[in-house]
């Protein structure tokens, strides 16, 4: 993990002008400056960056944060891979915390194996356009694919040469270790002796997200019977095949932009269509897709189009494994290629242009596909077709997002036509599946130890209810949004001014204010977001510090971090100091209003708590007998009501009415 000394140096030299700049054309515009957004196609700037706030907000789309949150939701990388980005920015040096012997050793094998991949991805490369074999063969070969120079080096491919064992002699006098050379596939071991394994290969390097090399892809060109065509790198610490997809790294910007990726089988087809312009692909291998490859795509897309180059009867069982997909909630498209034709050679007959053309003009959906297939496979056969029915309807069961509804219907209508079957017949068998799922999640979950409910934990029912209550009531005015603002303004005061001095002599703090009025802000409080702010902050003001909004703005939680922004940004307007002079009144306003506004919203939540114990000892004097008990209620009645006149006096106004 990396240290807190090491995170504070990086936040204190952020510039999220400079980091935003980066890669955003900005223009100052009065004291923010504006630009294109690159979350979404826009020809008007609506991209605003705030230096003074340290966020970013899009009017167009609605996307905010800050700089880590930019360089996170732009270049997909976890907070710590962004915090890593940042330092190497600005050269500063990454200090670890304490981690455990296995851990450490682990992190530092990892490292060693990212170094080799570098150092080999390097050579090879430098064979292919330096060495006489290398572009005799090599460059040879990828120049007769079509590859332009630039491409090549793109996608940083390269050669190994024919020879025994060329590689590895260079690689252990550079004082590599045998190994883990050993380990990342590179080198093999032969009649006891070191040999490189890519030998008389073109090498395609597989690279992670961030760009780093995780293995590779090696091609072979001399025909044989006794070698395969392919070899890859074999599964390590740092390169496992499930998680990975080919062509990642150069397609996610592409990918999130367009919001769709195109998957397609092998490395040639990704870098031909890269070469095209057609940038939003990646490639699965050759395999069959995985629930970790699906998440990697879905922290891009929802939408999914698959490329294939073989007949419908050959992609039936590749077809079975797509369930996960939409169980995973994507919106799966299918495209079949004309016969004897694949990705690669396609765009490059008849270019990118008519190449989308045709995608968008053949995507078929992936549920009535599955099941236009199968229904030719089924033909009269009954038994066949009942088994269809069972897994059209198990398919369709596992649409069960509350915003995937309609879709969900649509499909039941579409597939009971096409099935020649009653379409409430379907629903009830797609509801039996649905409540089957839904009895073996409860079963699991009361076998864990019971926690905090997430969505994972909800049943599909309860997910559904609240995404609708959201639906409903997130948007918009309601009641709660006057006091939900009141909430958000506490959290501001503290974030702007919990150091200020509250009163010089006993020395307090606005903070020491806050946390120290006569109820605690968890009664206070009503929204669950606010609690959660207000709670952090106590757990670092009870250690005796006092942090500022900063902390909070590049916190670790994304979420929180992305709703402080939020917060931030929401102001009203600052009375103009030309009040003064036109309404001849004393008016504060700007930083200098911050003991008032403290006093002000402060006094408004204990005098909605005090609302609501008034409603509640009202209610239970209407349920009460005994005199004395009656009596206790009236005199608290009283006092509240005293304490309600005070408070309304303090805040200058009569709230509630």
């Known amino acids: 993990m990396i240290s807190q000394n090491t995170i504070q140096q990086i936040l204190s030299r952020i510039d999220i002008v400079e980091i935003v700049g980066s890669f955003v054309k900005l223009k100052k515009r009065g004291a923010n400056y504006l ?18 706030k340290e966020i970013y907000k899009c009017f167009g789309c609605g996307v905010s944060g800050n700089a880590v949150s930019f360089i996170m939701e732009h270049e997909k990388y976890s907070y710590v891979e962004a915090l890593r980005w940042l330092a190497q920015k600005y050269q500063i040096e990454v200090e670890e915390t304490e981690v455990s012997p296995q851990l450490k050793q682990f992190q530092q094998l990892a490292d060693s194996l990212y170094i080799i991949n570098g150092f080999a991805k390097d050579y090879f490369a430098d064979t292919l356009f330096n060495n006489e074999e290398g572009q005799n063969v090599g460059l040879s070969y990828f120049e007769e694919r079509g590859f332009t120079e630039e491409t090549i080096r793109k996608f940083q491919l390269g050669y190994c040469l024919n020879t025994r064992d060329s590689f590895v002699k260079t690689a252990v006098a550079k004082g590599y270790n045998l190994e883990y050379l050993q380990k990342t596939g590179l080198v093999t071991i032969r009649n006891e002796q070191p040999v490189d394994n890519y030998r008389g290969r073109v090498i395609f390097p ?106 419908a ?92 509804f309609t879709r969900q219907q649509d499909y039941i209508r579409q597939c009971s036509q096409l099935l ?54 997130g948007g918009g ?34 903070a020491d204010y806050i946390f120290h009025l006569p109820y605690d802000f968890e009664s206070l409080v009503s929204s669950e977001l606010v609690k959660r702010i207000l709670r952090e902050y106590k757990r670092i003001y009870d250690e005796g510090n006092i942090p500022d909004k900063k ?28 009040w003064k002079e036109r309404f001849e009144i004393d008016t504060v306003f700007g930083d ?16 909605r708590k005090i609302k609501k114990m008034i409603e509640e000892n009202q209610q239970e004097a209407m349920n009460l007998t005994d005199f004395e008990e009656m ?27």
Not at 35 to 52: I, L, R, Y
Not at 280 to 290: I, K
Not at 421 to 449: A, H, M, P, S, Y
Not at 482 to 509: M, Y
């Open 313 to 404: 009867a050959g992609i039936k069982a590749a077809l079975r494994g797509l369930d996960m997909a939409v169980e995973e909630g994507l919106n799966v498209k299918l495209v079949l290629l004309p016969e004897k034709e694949d990705p690669d050679s396609y765009v490059q007959r008849i270019g990118a242009a008519a190449f989308r053309e045709f995608i968008e003009e053949h995507k078929q959906d992936f549920v009535l596909f599955k099941l236009q297939i199968s229904l030719k496979d089924a033909g009269n056969d009954s038994a066949k077709k009942s088994q269809l029915v069972n897994e059209i309807a198990e398919t369709i069961s596992k649409i069960d997002k509350a915003e995937d």
């Open 477 to 510: 005015e309601n009641l709660f949004n006057k006091d939900e603002k009141q909430e958000k303004e506490l959290v501001k005061i503290l974030l702007r001014f919990g150091d200020k001095p509250f009163s010089e002599e006993e020395r307090n703090t606005v």
């Open 206 to 311: 597989i690279h992670n997200q961030s760009g780093k090399v995780l293995g590779f892809g090696a091609r072979i060109l001399q025909k044989t019977d006794k070698a395969p065509k392919y070899i890859n790198s074999p599964e390590n610490e740092i390169y496992i095949k499930s998680r990975v997809l080919y062509g990642t790294y150069f397609a996610r910007q592409s990918i999130d932009k367009l919001n769709e990726c195109l998957l397609v089988e092998g490395y040639t087809d990704v870098i031909s269509l890269h070469q095209a312009g057609v940038e939003n692909v990646v490639a699965s291998s050759g395999t069959s897709l995985t629930q970790d490859q699906l998440r990697l795509i879905k922290k891009y897309t929802n939408n999914l189009t698959i490329i294939y180059d073989g007949d």
């Open 420 to 473: 020649k079957i009653d379409e409430q017949g379907l629903i009830t068998l797609v509801n039996k599946f649905i409540r089957e799922r839904l009895t073996k999640r409860e079963q699991q979950n009361n076998r864990n130890t019971p926690a905090a409910p997430s969505d994972d934990d909800l049943s599909d029912e309860a997910i559904a209810a609240m995404e609708a209550a959201e639906a409903q009531y």
């Open 631 to 657: 009596k206790r209620c009236m005199e608290l009645h009283q006092h509240l009501k005293q304490l309600e006149k005070e408070l309304t006096q303090g805040l200058g106004t009569v709230i509630f009415k």
């Open 35 to 52: 630009g294109n957004c690159p979350f979404h196609n826009e020809k008007t700037p609506s991209f605003t960056v705030s230096p003074s």
């Open 551 to 578: 902390w909070f703005l590049y916190h670790e939680d994304q979420d929180l971090a992305k709703n402080i922004a939020l917060i931030i940004e929401d102001k009203e307007a600052d009375l103009s100091v030309n």
């Open 592 to 607: 200098v209003a911050y003991l008032k506004d403290t006093i002000s919203t402060s006094n408004y939540l204990i005098l």
